[in-house]
């Protein structure tokens, strides 16, 4: 199951770089997963307004969570094998809380606020994935002025029993709007300094999912995994490595798009 895709910047006349969307090439094994498909059937008693508005009151549930550092309320809303995409990726409720340390502990000052935009269920009911905003700001050592970064989350639900919980949270890097095009080079840019001043660089991409899952209803789908870049610079081959979440859903005419990503960043993902 893997993928391969190569970022070949253009140069607009300012100079500033302009990204072509990455031509992906997709064997059959790789989304053969994908390929099945359920007839994206509504399951019988589902109320699709009554669940989507469920996803978004468990979100916002998530986020006053975070925000208030309640830790057992935040824990709470984690299903058992949790998967957090944070600075490195991180498995089951005790280490996703670990994963948010920073913000339980304050340390540095810092302060999170998150409000939920918008959320899909699965016409079988049993998955969903919601996307908000997010601020957050901190007081780095040495400065008298925190610093505040604005950006966007993505997650995934799956529903129990018990209700809807958090099966993977990441940072957004590719907007739903953005349909099958990914372009995860701004992000790979910010967190791997070597790539920073490389805005002509060619960067090859491997995508590799280790683990799929598909609602029953067939039309929505996620996989988590690794991804390996490389890069050139000055004759030097520069590699790295890390773990995604991609969230796939099928348009009107039953294709497969990819719908949002986030990853983490470079040479910190150990498998």
Known sequence: MTRRESLTPTLSRNGRGRHRPPTIALGWIVLSWLAVDAGAQQAPGIDMDAEQAAVLAADLAYQRAAKSRDRQAFHALLAPD?????????????????????????????????????????????????????????????????????????????????????????????????????????????????????????????????????AASGELAWSLGEYRAEFRKAGTVHTGRGAFVAVWQKDGEGRWQLAAEGFTPPDIYRP
């Open 82 to 214: 949790a998967v957090f995409f944070g600075d490195r990726i991180q498995r089951g409720r005790i280490d996703y809380v670990a994963g948010w340390a920073p913000l339980f502990e304050g340390k540095y000052g810092f302060h999170y606020r998150g409000e939920p935009l918008a959320a899909t269920v699965a016409r079988s009911g049993e998955l969903a994935w919601s996307l908000g905003d997010v601020e957050t700001s901190f007081t780095p050592p040495g400065s008298d002025e925190p610093t505040v970064v604005a950006s966007q989350y993505m997650t995934l639900w799956t529903r129990g029993e018990d209700g809807w919980k958090v099966a993977a949270s990441a940072s957004l890097v590719v907007h739903p709007e953005l349909g099958s095009a990914r372009d995860p080079r701004t992000g790979l840019m910010t967190a791997w300094p070597e790539l920073a001043d490389q805005i002509d660089a060619a960067i090859e991409i491997e995508w590799l999912p280790e683990t799929t899952v598909r």
